[in-house]
């Protein structure tokens, strides 16, 4: 991960873009009349470190990215599950190879200097900065530390058409790449007029459009030049967004139609270009490890927040609902336990408050992770909570972030997350009800049936489901433990009731 973006690049497009041709690839897979439709995403990662009981501290340790769907999108979107695990593969390949150096480079430090503090790191992350039937757009942000002044971070994106999986260049969605790089380098330097001349005059004579680093968002293009490209370490990165509007004609329409309401993830402490501003989120970090306090900058002017916060990481999504903007935090705490603090994002940042909800995860094996969702439509976010009728389980079901910062659920019941399954240790009596909902009826399951709860209103009314396809529903009551069902301990009525601390 250690390596320049132009490596990165070049093996990601060696392994999924064989075949493009000088037509865009939207063009053969995407009808102009087609409206983009969303792609749910999730993102997550694996991890591994090496300890030093001599040390007391790691000596090494490594985060790579992951890019999954979930099993029903898989079989919408077959080519891109292929070209995802073809990601994850050489991603995964590239983090063990830099781990194994990195590893070494830090037992070589701890024989010259045994009192040197620092653990050696190595970690990328991906953000989705748009998923939708037009184009899957990630943001790949990675950073460590070896040893050294300083450490090093930087940014490199992963663009691929759903439809046929093939990973897509700038000039698969600009139309003039002469004029698109002219409006680059022109916006580039009345942003950052600090930047090195002679090596930015280079830089865009000497680097192909299809060697740049870029994102495709539903409001523009925006493109990346990390430290060194132009300018002294110091000067840090370059981010310069593009627009569509005012340059539709240097755009495919395939890109640019997008939705008018959008979701963009992107890395805490990394100063980023939304909306046309730049938003920063940063934290105060207790003696705990935890942040005390955030500060969320609009152009620089700090807007610090300090009441209710207590976090360990912080997740930030960017949202444009019709031209209303909101930044979500998912904040991590104890017991992973996840939350969501919603801002809303005008000449101040006006705090709107903590919810009971986070990002609804899935499972991957590969990953040996959780993988959450990218909160990239606003209209269908996929929101978990932890519930503890019949029993600790995560629930999720699809809500809506509205123009006005509301938040209100899309679906009637939460959905269970993951295999759960009781067994009845005597006769049950309950009622029946149907896919709707609806209650048709009483049923008795008798003693030994195994149920897998699937649906729950959170409050009383939790579904489940037979082997023979039956749904049994039972009323829980009592919020906390014990907790009955017709004034009988559910542990007396089911085997398998398991409760979280």
Not at 136 to 162: C, K, Q, R, W
Not at 467 to 476: K, L, P, T
Request: charged share 25%.
């Amino acid at each position: 991960m250690k390596k320049q973006i132009s490596i990165i690049s070049a093996v990601v497009t060696t392994a999924l873009i064989a075949g493009l041709t000088a037509i865009p690839v939207f063009a053969e897979t995407q009808e102009k009349d087609e409206t983009a439709a969303g792609i749910q995403v999730y993102t997550g990662f694996s991890f591994q470190q090496e300890w030093s009981e001599e040390a007391g501290r790691a000596l090494a340790q490594s985060v790579c990215p992951r890019a999954a769907l979930d099993d029903e999108t898989a079989a919408a979107w077959p080519e891109l599950e292929k070209a995802f695990a073809a990601l994850n593969e050489e991603k995964k390949k590239d983090a063990d190879e830099t781990y194994q150096t990195t590893l070494a480079d830090a037992k070589e430090r701890l024989l010259e200097d045994p009192e040197y503090p620092t653990t050696f790191t190595d970690s990328e992350s991906f953000c989705v900065v748009r998923a939708d039937s037009r184009i899957v757009s990630l943001l790949s942000v990675y950073n460590g530390y070896t040893g050294g002044a300083h450490g090093y971070e930087g940014f490199s994106g992963v663009n691929i058409d759903p439809a046929s999986g093939k990973t897509l260049t700038l000039s698969d969605v600009v139309t003039d790449s002469a004029a698109f790089t002219a409006l680059v380098k022109e916006e580039l330097l009345r942003l950052y007029p600090d930047v090195d001349k002679d090596l930015t005059d280079r830089y865009f004579e000497e680097t192909a459009i299809d060697d740049m680093i870029w994102t495709a968002a539903c409001d523009g293009v925006t493109c990346y030049f990390n430290a060194y490209t132009l300018g002294a370490y110091a000067l840090g990165y370059q981010i310069v967004p593009i627009p569509y509007a005012g340059n539709e004609a240097l755009f495919t329409e395939a890109v640019t139609d997008a939705p008018d309401s959008f979701g963009i993830e992107f890395p805490m402490r990394f100063p980023v270009k939304l909306g046309g501003r730049e938003i920063l989120v940063t934290g105060t970090p207790s003696k705990y490890g935890s942040y005390d306090s955030l500060s969320i900058y609009l152009d620089g002017e700090e807007n610090r927040f300090e009441d209710d916060i207590y976090t360990y990481a912080v997740h930030p999504t960017y949202f444009n609902i019709e031209g209303e903007e909101y930044l979500m935090l998912e904040y991590s705490e104890d017991n992973d336990y996840r939350c969501i603090d919603l801002y809303r994002l005008g000449e101040k940042v006006e705090r709107i408050g903590l919810e009971d909800l986070s990002r609804a995860g899935i499972y991957k094996e590969e990953m040996g992770n959780t993988a959450y969702a990218a909160l990239t439509d606003p209209a269908h976010l996929p929101l978990s909570k932890r519930t503890n009728l019949l029993g600790t389980a995560s629930i999720m079901r699809i809500s809506c972030l509205h123009k006005d910062g509301t938040i209100t659920p899309e679906e009637p019941y939460f959905r269970y997350i993951g295999t759960r399954v009781l067994t009845t240790n005597e006769d049950l009596t309950c009622k029946e009800a149907d896919e709707a909902g609806t209650v048709t009826g009483d049923l008795t399951v008798p003693a030994g049936t195994k149920l897998t709860p699937f649906r729950t209103d959170n409050e009383s009314i939790v579904d489940l489901r037979t082997d023979d396809g039956r749904i049994a529903r039972v009323e829980v009551a009592g919020g906390s433990y014990p907790q009955t069902i017709d004034g009988k301990d559910i542990s007396e009525i089911f085997d398998g009731v398991r409760f979280a601390g």
